[in-house]
């Protein structure tokens, strides 16, 4: 039987990493919200300016809790730019190594064909690394998004490991 402590670990980073963003808007929101409270609760005794300068308090407090959790996973366009750039490249070297293999096989030279082969090796090497370097500009980016993708492999393979055993 496979030990849990990794995943637990794993589950504990997560939800730090989900949780220590979302602070500080938190705070704000709960912030406004009870400066909202307490301006409805004095609102009979206390005078209209008063009760405007709270209403105003919690307003600010309500939105700058909104713009920081608007700022929560986006994106930084460069680290977006420089992973389409990489997936680009891995298209082009892909499509190249593809028109390569087709010449090989259309040609009569088996010694060509091979020598093709190998080349082709090399580019899809070349590909497979400029992959993981991609899945690791998405994973400065967003890393909950690549995790989740991960778990949810993982337990695919279990499922698929489970039916053959039980085939």
Known sequence: ??????????RWKVAYRWTSPR?????????GAGTALLSVSLSPQSPPALSAL???????FDVLGGIGFARIGKA?????????????????SLVVASDSLKEALESADQRQ?????????????TAHE????????????????LSE??????MAEEVREGITRND
């Open 1 to 10: 039987m496979r030990s849990d402590p990794p995943i637990k670990r794993s």
């Open 54 to 60: 709270l209403q105003v308090l919690a307003t600010v």
């Open 113 to 125: 064909a091979i020598q093709r082969g190998y080349v082709l090796v090399s580019q899809i090497e």
């Open 23 to 31: 602070f500080v808007p938190t705070l704000l929101v709960l912030l």
């Open 149 to 154: 993708v991960r778990r949810g492999r993982r």
């Open 76 to 92: 930084d366009p460069s680290h977006a730019r420089s992973a389409v750039r990489r997936l680009y490249t891995v298209g082009v």
């Open 130 to 145: 400029h992959l993981l370097n991609a899945i690791q500009d998405w994973e400065d980016v967003h890393p909950e998004a």
